[in-house]
C-alpha cells in the first residue's frame, strides 16, 4: 500500500501536469521550461497544503489548486535561485538546472510565469468559485508569505550575507524567512481553503514554524561533509556546530509535537503531521 505522502505526491505530480499543460506551440519554449522544473521535487509543501486542509474537513482533490500554486512558487524559487546572479547552481533536483537546459532569460521568464500561474490556478479553481472569501484568504497568505515581507526578503538577506559571517539571531531571521515562510503559507492555505478557526490556524502555525526551523537546520546538516572549513558561511552546522545542530533539530521536531498534542486533545486526527516530522528525523540520520 502506498504511504499517504506517495499517495498526496502523486495527486500533486499529475495535477501539475495538467495545470501546465499547454497546447499552442507559439510559446512551447517556455511552457517545456516551465514544465522541466516543476514536474518534480518532494512535494513535502504540497503536501502540507492538502494534509492540513483535510484535518479540517476537506477532501484533497477540491484543494489541488492551492496545492499546485504553493509548488510553482516552490519551482519557481529554485529556478531563480540557481541562476547565476543568485547562488549559480548547475544542478537542480538531479538535473541540470533550468538555465543550464534552457538559457538564462528562458529561466528567468521559466520563473516568472510560474510564480503568476500559481495565482491562476487557485482563481480560476471551483473551490475559488464556491468559497471565494477562503481562495482570497489563500492568495493573501500565499502573496505575502512569498513576497517581501517573507521568501523573497530572505533571500536578499541571505545575499546581503553571502560575503560575511551572519550573527545567529540574523541567521534565524533568514532561515524564517527564505525556508520558513513559504512552509509556514503551505499550511496556513491549507488551513484557509478549509476555513478552519482561528485557534486551530494559531495551532498549525506553530506546528509549521517548527517544522519550516527543523526542516532548514536539517538542510545544512545534510550539507555538512564533516569539514567546518569547506562548510558553507552561513550554515547552521558552521555557525553552531554539528552536535547543537542535531539538539536544535530535535527541539523544534518537539516542539512542532506540542502543537499536534493540542490538536488531537481538540479531536483532531495528526498521525500524518507526527509522520511528517518522522520523515524529517530519517531524512536527518540518512
Ligand atoms: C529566488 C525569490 C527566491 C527565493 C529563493 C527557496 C530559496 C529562496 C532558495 C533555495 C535554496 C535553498 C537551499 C533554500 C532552503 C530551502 C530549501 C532546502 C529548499 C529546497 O526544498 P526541498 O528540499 O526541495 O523541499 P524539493 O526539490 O523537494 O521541492
Redesign the pocket.
Known sequence: MLSFLENDKMLIDSAMSTALDEKSSEYKIIVDAMRYSAL??????GVLTLEFAEMFGCKKEEILPYAIAV?CI?????I??DLPC??DDDI??GKPSCHVAFGEANALLA?DALLTHAFCVISKSEHAKKHPERAMNAIHILSSLAGFRG??G??VL?LEAAEKEVKSDTLAVIHRL??GA?IKASVLMGCAAAGAEEKLCKLSEKYAEHFGAA??II?DILDFDGNYETCELNSYVKIHGYEKSVTDAHAHIDSAKESLYALSELGFCTNHFEELLEYLIIRMNK
Do not use: N, P
Open positions: 518534480g521535487g518532494k512535494r513535502l509543501r509548488e516552490q519551482a519557481y524559487s529554485l531563480h535561485d543568485m547562488d537542480r533536483r520563473g521568501m523573497v530572505g533571500q541571505d527564505k525556508t513559504l526542516f532548514q538542510d
